[in-house]
Antibody, heavy 121, light 108 residues
């Protein structure tokens, strides 16, 4: 079965750090872009970051630049999101999503169930 | 960044109704427009990609159209399982992907 499974969400204090993981299975992980998308409680989806197949390209939404770092380990079929200097507004469910980036279409076709990050004192 | 504006924000409809949701981009995005469905407490799922291509396994009552800045998602005959929140997403720039604010489709 093609799937991605997130883990690592937790309650953390403002200014703290957290590392999310996403384990991929059922597909050839190293040929896909991968993404993190988050959703604050009762709010819309927000793309957070993506990374290309070999990790040489990484892009971030403006609000997390300099605080979050996306990475991957193709040998372990895993995606990561290191989150530092967390703020209350980072509170959200974080989804891992596989990206299909073709010549004429780009979309997210496989999503995990999400992991909850709560930033609060 | 490219802004995506959906309308309406919420919509009440009945089983069997034809429903249309619109999405407008702040600049031309060709057909790099995708639609997702999200049910409460669940992850989003892909419905339509490249503005009008139906994802495998998605019922044919869902369709998409549009290009450049204006796009629509149409559900031809609403079924009980279609009541959910729908999001458009532009993927024209992989450096900065953005979603619309969502359209909540409720039972009338």
């Amino acid at each position: 079965e093609v799937q991605v499974v997130e883990s690592g969400g937790n309650l953390v204090q403002p200014g703290g750090s957290l590392r999310l993981s996403c384990a991929a299975s059922g597909f050839t992980f190293n040929i896909y872009w991968m993404n993190w998308v988050r959703q604050a409680p009762g709010k819309a989806l927000e793309w957070v970051a993506n990374i290309n197949q070999d990790g040489s390209e990484k892009y971030y939404v403006r609000s997390v630049k300099g605080r979050f770092t996306i990475s991957r380990d193709n040998a372990k079929n895993s995606l990561f999101l290191q989150m530092d200097n967390l703020r209350a507004e980072d509170t959200a469910v974080y989804y891992c999503a596989r990206g299909f980036y073709g010549d004429y279409d780009n979309f997210f076709d496989i999503w995990g169930q999400g992991t909850l990050v709560t930033v609060s004192s | 960044d490219i802004q995506m504006t959906q309308s309406p924000s919420s919509l009440s409809a009945s089983v069997g109704d034809r429903v249309t949701i619109t999405c407008r981009a702040s600049q031309s995005i060709s057909t790099y427009l995708n639609w997702y469905q999200q049910k409460p407490g669940k992850a989003p799922s892909l419905l339509i990609y490249a503005a009008s291509s139906l994802q495998s396994g998605v019922p044919s009552r869902f369709s998409g159209s549009g290009s450049e800045t204006d796009f629509t998602l149409t559900i031809s005959s609403l079924q009980p399982e279609d009541f959910a929140t729908y999001y458009c997403q532009q993927s024209y720039s992989t450096l900065s992907i953005t979603f619309g604010q969502g359209t909540r489709l409720e039972i009338k």
